[in-house]
């Protein structure tokens, strides 16, 4: 099974507090069950098996969206397999 790692970034940005849609988007990344997560006020990383990565990129733009975010860039890549 292959590996995938998701970078990805919320908007609008608030410097002052964190907006609703960043919550959600560190609670729905941090509960999908991946590995080397790396969460951060201005970008976010997470690396899992690829199905989980794929739940939880679908989960991250359903949520994010329905919380008030007006962008969500994401960038997925192909990092190895299972066992690597």
């Known amino acids: 099974m292959e590996?995938?790692?998701?970078e990805f970034t919320t908007e609008p940005?608030?410097?002052?507090?964190a907006p609703a849609h960043a919550v959600v988007a560190r609670e729905v990344i941090q509960g999908a069950g991946?590995?080397?997560v790396?969460?951060?006020p201005f970008g976010n990383t997470a690396e899992?098996?690829?199905?989980?990565?794929?739940?939880a990129v679908d989960?991250?733009?359903r949520r994010t969206l329905e919380a008030g975010a007006t962008r969500v860039s994401l960038q997925v890549n192909v990092i190895g397999k299972?066992?690597?």
Not at 3 to 6: D, F, I, P, Q, T
Not at 13 to 17: K, M, P, V
Not at 48 to 55: F, I, K, P
């Open 48 to 55: 899992g098996r690829a199905e989980a990565v794929l739940s």
């Open 59 to 61: 989960a991250l733009l």
């Open 34 to 36: 991946l590995d080397a």
């Open 13 to 17: 940005f608030d410097l002052d507090e």
């Open 82 to 84: 299972g066992g690597e």
């Open 3 to 6: 590996r995938l790692r998701v």
């Open 38 to 40: 790396d969460v951060g």
